[in-house]
């Protein structure tokens, strides 16, 4: 596979020698061995609600809080997000907590007031071939975190993140979501062999979301864990501390002691350098 | 189907009376059954290719031409259209042929622009769920040409249309182009059954486009015919007057000559009003 | 196409001079420019409902009676047909009516029944890749309908009829019924687009069933006609005198006013002849 | 899910109690907690490949012999399996190692030939819905492996599986093998939520075929890995001792050094006590 993606990947490519791609973000390191945590709401949704969250994920080990305030939904008519009060209120958390913020942009107008609050900017499945978005992340100075699109192959993810790449920025992570296939028991259906095919073709770090892949709390643990087994240099997860009162991905969130379990089954995982590749 | 449909898409959804809306721009009205014809290259490249080929649709009888100037393409390393200068080069063409332009607009911050030029704003498969796009083309007074993602569903294209209506906008045109599928000998499959699944769901105005939808020429035609007998309000076509030496998708490109025949073959269809409904 | 055709499918794969096969019976020929319609219930209920269904598929120039009596259901506990009894009451139609009867074989132990009553074998969609079934077919002197599994390639159904051909059985019909996909409206996603493929890849007739690819009556008709416009040799369509007490696909048969209007709609689609090729 | 299930599938479907079963052949129990190892060639060639390999699958802790001789090929002109001959071989085989054998059949006719040699019938992804052969070996007192349909839904699965069970035989172990989607680097999408869907639906063991359902030997330790924490009760895994000789299937066949690693690496992992479930 890797002769390839050289060709068709001059910047996202894995190079001869192998090299594995660190995003660093403070002491955080995604891509170096140990898997990276990121949990929070699908939504911000007020003070107390992102508050709760994220001292159960700084608690429990996590390190980087996810929360949306800007959500791109399927309805007009849907919760869209607190906007730029929602990206206060991470500040506030990440003031408290100390943790770092994913949050998505979807507006090429947005790019900078987001970037002034968070430490990672997501572009959201919906976005993957947003093209004007990914040159202009690909001009500012912070990690991206690229999901694939909902039915994108490999190839046209990849070449996703060469839009990014060759703006300058090098800082991409890229996450699988969940493709759509023939599912009704799963919201979608989460490509676990993405993860060791991009290892084969790409040197940049790769994420899971088996939150929004599978819509169902009860499925996240075990494909977390199948994911990192596979992998995977991180999960992202989602957590609420209400569930079922959630303004959106209520079915599939985490409640915080069933997120606590899944940190402590991730750490029982061999690590990488216990296996024999 | 239809009392559903006025819950969930309460702009886009038919109403009781089965009403059935037209997009109208000069003497073109589309919607209104004869079927309309919106030919032209994949993109804009040079002046004498889009004179030659914009003379032939108007002498054919296509009413509107559609050519990209803006190119969403999956790889950054692939052509990206020629931008305002193609632009130009459609004013010109419209000024000596009194085509009607159609062309894709995919950044928000280029919508001032095109709509000086273009007469429908074109919205790419890619940029379906592009909501900030979608949110400023329904404040423009002109009509959207709204394109089904490649693997949307059909209730979230008409979301995507109730984004665009409800900001303003009445002036939409869906555009089925085909679906990420199961083919081997086709790029995409074109959903016919789209066409009356609309006309049933919807009032808005539905054309086809078989050659994204196919990728191959000579299944051009029989499928244009397909999708009007079926109920489609138009066809949009690909139509070079070199294909094999087209910048993108000449494979798919009809030559001059074959494109004069489908018009000829569209005109031998019975009308809607020569059929029992 | 046709190049690589031939070396792929050599029993198949359409021949240099474009020559199509013709499967005939008695007087009903299937691939000759005239499009035949094959009509009736899903399955055999009962005495009555067979010989209404009858009558009117007759009367409205329909030649060819489709009704299962070996039914593949998905659930074991759903209606299995009415076994040799219905192919009884089959044969009493025709001896009545004069049509002639299609109905699905799904076990290699029941061919020669089944071949004792019926004039066309049919295989299911479950049944495309039952090899040893394609085989048995393929020793029998009568014509095959094959239909396209439900998510089946068309280079995978072209070798399916291979099995077939190649045990010496050259009458050959295929059959596009709908392919899995992203639908929510229909049922499956009938691929129209197959029909033009095969006239580039096959000599075999091919028709469509708009039935089970839509699983909505109402729009059945629109997709019987796009089917015939766009080449195919002929419909198969469902058809119930009381489609709201059918044992099975209910939502989707006509009943006999709709089926005797999609007849005369198909009459005045322009023929072949009258349209450039 | 769990109610529902018990409605739908009233054999398949998991109790209150949760309890889950076991299929116990010998000594050797599927559904037990530890994973089980079947492994083999694609297809038995001749007795050098199927003893070398099966020598090395003893040595290595597997437990069961694969080993395909009627083979379901998508073309008439493929390598179709040694038949009989491959049966007899088999038979040696296991006489030598004590290994158990599975093996598919794919005709009713060959049900009882087969049991006479195999230890567990295979039912491949194609003839997930033969219903006849579903049927008759329901009548069968011997395990019986179901294959996923390469697009089966997981209901049509478990109400394949139904069909078995009604029929009398309990002994059903379900085999996710990878389904078709968007994918161009693997040869379908190995759907790991399946196994926790499986879990919270049913009281069947499952296991994972990451050979098929990736078609690359690099894909198949990490995937293998995944599944089995995610808490499949073994996994199916191709093995030759020279991959680019074997007759089919060689791209995606571990060598025996490779087989050897893998399954030291699926002892490294926690086992379902040693997690928080």
Redesign the interface.
């Known amino acids: ?1 890797s002769q390839l993606a050289r060709d ?1 990947y ?1 910047l996202a490519g894995r190079k001869e020698e192998l090299s594995k791609s660190i995003v660093e973000i403070d002491r955080v390191k995604i891509g170096a061995g140990k898997p990276v945590i990121m949990a929070g709401p699908c939504a911000v949704e007020d003070r107390e609600q992102i508050f709760t969250t994220a001292r159960t994920v700084k608690e429990s080990g996590g390190e980087i809080l996810r929360g949306g305030v800007f959500k ?6 849907s919760f869209q997000g607190l906007g730029k009060e929602g990206l206060e209120l991470l500040a506030e958390v990440k003031e408290e907590t100390g943790l770092l913020i994913v949050t998505e942009v ?4 947005d790019i900078d007031l987001v970037a002034e609050y968070a430490d990672i900017l997501q572009i959201g499945s ?2 993957m ?4 978005l990914l040159r202009e992340v690909g001009k500012v100075d912070m990690p991206v975190l690229l999901k694939r699109g ?7 993810w990849l ?1 996703a993140a ?2 990014i790449l ?1 703006n300058g920025n090098q800082q991409v992570i890229l996450c699988e979501r969940g ?8 919201r979608n ?5 993405a ?3 991009v290892r ?2 790409s040197h940049l770090p790769i994420i899971i979301d088996p939150s929004h ?2 819509g ?1 709390s ?2 996240v643990t ?2 977390a ?3 990192v ?3 995977a240099d991180g999960v992202m997860v989602e957590v609420h501390p209400n569930p079922e009162q959630a303004l959106c991905d209520g079915e599939q969130s985490l409640d915080l002691p069933t997120f606590q ?1 899944l940190v ?2 991730l750490k ?3 690590s990488n350098s ?3 590749i």
Chains 1, 2, 3, 4 share one sequence.
Not at 150 to 156: L, Q, S, W
């Open positions: 596979m068709l001059p791109p939904r399927t309805s007009p008519y979807m507006d090429v107008r919906r976005n071939q947003h093209y004007p909902m039915t994108a192959t490999i190839k046209e070449l060469e839009y060759r493709i759509r296939g023939f599912q009704e028991y799963t259906i989460l490509d676990i062999s993860v060791p095919v084969q073709l892949a599978t169902h009860e499925l075990p494909l864990k199948a994911g087994i596979a992998g379990k402590r089954n029982l995982l061999p216990e296996q024999e």
